[in-house]
């Protein structure tokens, strides 16, 4: 077959430049469109971040027309907001076989004097919280043993987790270290003995029994219930994490109040004595729209504090107004490229606030009640209303957050599947997920509802989900099993 060359006309879309960093800025969360618009304005000298407002408003702008000055809203100002730990106890962590990672028992302050004294340089200056090798470390120091066994306990607090555990064996630590060292066994163990002995209580264990066994043997003779209590952790923890009250009653010959007592000192102990020395970033939301009550009506209003305030710099401007040369034409360029993401910073406040209006249309009722009132909806239902891609939606929706009376919420919490009702109708996974939790917590504790029993009750107010479903949505919401739940 013979090769040619031929002309062929056709025609395609393309996304200008300003569309793509337009479709680029929607799907930044707050605090990523404030570190973009940073970095922009150090690279483009038209561009500033402004401390106030003036009078350019850069959707009406002509980018095309050299202006003076220009502003969006609002500068962007984090809310630190701490979201609500949940108080685990040690039970807990037996029965859910794991150690959550927000589980705080004891708070621990560490720091120095702080001073402005320039001239007293021998004052020590306030640092950073120690961490948890730092600290026993500094415990190891003052204690009364010989420089040889300080290392050989500093040796073991360099194999601790971030909880405070032990998991590397003792045998296995011992085959890694060079024979002219000349540690034993019994140098490791009696180190591992004065390691148990520090602050805080339990440090040093090698699984959760002897971590809880080291925090009781800590606790002074006279605490009541103290013996019971390490005899049930040390031999019986899993008749414990299994709810089997009357087996345990039996073990320990006591009576239900005893057994409340003892069962109480064990909750009271921390399982991750290492936790609170781990220092965790702190993670910042801003709300980009706050939702209010007015005259009876629930509306989303943008939060000034989220949107950044951004400026043409006058200085720049004014020369470039002056000077129409060609050495011009790149300051020229630059200065469309800033008033083109001050308006795509607008566009995207204007999306964001439209899309958080209709949600709130469609979840009156979720404001007005609550999860249990939550109404099934999804993204190409509120793409249809406002005739915008629903792909758009789903920029939209993602890392931006609403702040209402009832907590701050994603946006695309309010967006989920649905599940028949007898009627005809459909009710949202949100409520269901309330529903079981609210049978949950005024259930009988000494006769825990079943999944099967839950997904009766909730058929008997027309909503028709099965067992599995029911599972999956405990689980979802870490509810232990009914089995772990009973009580006594």
Known sequence: MKQTLQLKISQQLSLTPQLQQSIRLLQLSTNELNEEIERIAQENPMLELADGHNNWDARTADPEEPISSGVADAEVKPEPTAPSAENHSAVEIIE?????????????????????????????????????????????????????????????????????????????????????????????????????????????????????????????????????????????????????????????????????????????????????????????????????????????????????????????????????????????????????LIKNIHQRANTILRVSNAIVERQRQFFEHGEVAMRPLVLREIAEILELHESTVSRVTAQKFMRTPRGIFELRYFFGSHVATDSGGACSATAIRALIKQLVQEENIKKPLSDSKISQLLEKQGIVVARRTIAKYRELMQIPPANLRKSF
Not at 136 to 143: E, H
Not at 171 to 184: F, T
Not at 221 to 236: I, K
């Open 96 to 340: 859910q076989g794991r150690i959550p990672d927000d589980f705080q028992a004891y708070d621990f302050y560490h720091g120095g004097r702080e001073s402005n004294d320039e001239d007293n340089d021998d004052i020590p200056v306030a640092a950073n919280p120690l961490n948890l090798r730092e600290h026993l470390n500094l415990q190891i120091s003052l204690s009364q043993i010989t420089e040889h066994e300080q290392k050989i306990v500093g040796l073991l607090i360099d194999s601790l987790d971030d909880d405070g555990y032990l998991k590397q064996d003792l045998s296995e630590l011992i085959a890694l270290l060079p024979l002219e060292l000349n540690i034993g066994m019994d140098n490791l163990q009696t180190a591992l003995a004065r390691l148990q002995l520090l602050d805080p209580s339990g440090v040093g264990a090698r699984d959760l029994k002897e971590c809880l066994a080291i925090q009781l043997r800590a606790l002074p003779a006279e605490t009541p219930c103290r013996d019971q209590a390490l005899l049930l952790v040390s031999n019986h923890l899993d008749k414990l994490a299994s709810h089997d009250f009357a087996q345990i009653k039996k073990i320990l010959g006591c009576d239900d109040d005893k057994m409340r007592s003892i069962h109480s000192l064990i909750v009271s102990l921390n399982p991750k004595p290492g936790a609170v020395f781990s220092s965790s970033a702190a993670r910042y939301i801003v709300p980009d729209v706050v939702v209010t009550k007015i005259n009876g009506a629930w509306a989303a209003n943008l939060n000034p504090e989220a949107m950044p305030r951004l400026s043409i710099n006058r200085l720049y401007a004014d020369i470039l107004r002056g000077n129409r040369d060609d050495s011009a034409r790149r300051l020229a360029g630059q200065l469309n490229e800033a008033k083109w």
